[in-house]
Nanobody
Framework: QVQLVESGGGLVQAGGSLRLSCAAS????????MGWYRQAPGTQRELVAG???????VYGDSVKGRFTISRDNTKNTVYLQMNSLKPEDTAVYYC??????????????WGQGTQVTVSS
């Protein structure tokens, strides 16, 4: 019913930048909160950033001041601008969105994930 597709991941040197994008498609009626999570091997998935439909944002402590989340409601797309990247940012980044479809109430959907690798 709904698909979330991430793009923009890759390999970057420490101190560099990447911009991730996630576009939602399908029988979407409305999208509430959108966000980014990440998970490194052997670790628990953690919140990176979230943004409400009105544009209010929250960030995980480890990325505050370095990452910026934004969204374009006309395109059903959320972005994550990542600056001053550190090796510890290396992880698979997953897009998440709370979506109501034409046939189902609001629930969370997940993208497939995109790998971000930061070298030292």
């Amino acid at each position: 019913q709904v698909q979330l597709v991430e793009s923009g991941g890759g390999l970057v040197q420490a101190g560099g930048s990447l911009r991730l994008s996630c576009a939602a498609s399908g029988r979407i009626w409305s999208i509430n909160t959108m966000g980014w999570y990440r998970q490194a091997p052997g670790t628990q998935r953690e919140l990176v950033a979230g943004i409400s439909s009105g544009g209010s944002a929250v960030y995980g402590d480890s990325v505050k001041g370095r990452f910026t989340i934004s969204r374009d409601n006309t395109k059903n797309t959320v972005y994550l601008q990542m600056n001053s990247l550190k090796p510890e940012d290396t992880a698979v980044y997953y897009c998440n969105a709370d979506i109501r479809t034409s046939v189902a109430p609001v629930r969370g959907y997940w993208g497939q994930g995109t790998q971000v690798t930061v070298s030292s």
